[in-house]
Structure formats: C-alpha cells, structure tokens
C-alpha cells in the first residue's frame, strides 16, 4: 500500500489524506482488489466534499480515510494497517511466544545442566523487533515467566546491540 498509494496522484497544494486498512481473511487477489480500490479512492479524491468516512472496498477490505494535518507529495498517505485476524497485541503474543519458547529449550538443556555454572537463553524477537521503554514497561508488568535461565534475552533481529533482558 506505501508503494500503490502515490501512484494515484496528488490534487496540487490541496491537501492529503492518511488511509487506515483493516483486513479480514481470506483476503481477495490483488488483482480483484486493485480495480475496486483504485476506483473508489479516486472517486473520493476527486469528490467536491470530503469528510472522514471508511470506504467498504471488499467483504474483507475496509479503508478508513482521514485528513492529513499537513499536504504530504502524494494525495493519499499510508496511515495504519489492521489485521483482524492477528492473533493481538504484540506485547502480549511476545509474552505467550516466549513461555512456550523457553519451556521448550529448558527441556532441551536439562540433561546437560551440569556441564555449565550459568546459562543464557538468548531468542531472536521477530514479532516485535524493537521493544521500546513503554513495551518493556508493559512486558515487565506481566507476570514472570518461570524458568531455569541465568539469564533470558531477547534480541531485536534488525540492530543486534539492542536488545532486552527479562527480569
């Protein structure tokens, strides 16, 4: 969507729009979906009055669309996606991923427990990459997770320096 909405154009010097997507599955083709979409935020663009509304494109695409504050290059600005059918908040499905991850590799290191003094788990976060201050806030807000580690860290896969350790 970044890469579609500029190639609808720009109304020149009269404003933008931030266009917020919500998915349900199963999502049509591109190829089914492009012609709706294209004919209705064209439609929209070129309407004599605009006000925030969502257009229903498909059963399962709706696009919410919102004034900019300010004119950006292109008519239309990507605002937010929504997955409705993703399994929730990142914090919490972190959470639920990494009690099963770590029970998971306790039980694998258990028979060679003995060999060291200290052990670190240390798991790649591909669902939220980077926790900022308030996720970690959040996350630590959560019950501890019980486990056998010294230490258990998780590490953003995009910048290997940051990273967050569980308390």
């Known amino acids: 969507m970044q890469r579609y909405l500029p190639t609808l154009g720009i109304k020149e010097g009269e404003e933008s729009w931030y266009v917020g997507v919500r998915i349900r599955r199963p999502l049509e083709s591109w190829r089914i979906l492009e012609p709706k979409l294209r004919a209705a ?32 290059p292109s008519f239309y600005q990507m605002g937010i996606g ?22 998971d590799k306790d039980n694998k290191v258990a028979p060679y427990r003995h060999r060291y003094p200290e052990w670190w788990l240390v798991l790649p976060n591909h669902i939220g990459r980077c926790m900022d ?35």
């Not at 399962?60 to 004034?67: E, G, K």
């Not at 258990?152 to 910048?159: D, P």
């Open 41 to 72: 935020l064209i439609k929209f663009m070129h309407s004599e009055s605009r006000t925030q509304t969502t257009l229903c494109i498909t059963p399962h695409l709706d696009v919410n669309l919102t004034r900019a504050g300010r004119v950006y």
């Open 133 to 167: 201050t308030e996720d970690q806030r959040q996350f630590n807000d959560l019950p501890p997770i019980k486990h056998t580690w010294h230490k258990v860290i998780l590490l953003n896969t995009h910048n290997p320096t940051d990273a967050f350790e569980l308390t």
């Open 82 to 103: 929504l997955d409705k059918d993703s399994g929730g908040f990142v914090i919490s499905e972190i959470y639920k991923k990494l009690q099963l991850c770590i029970s």
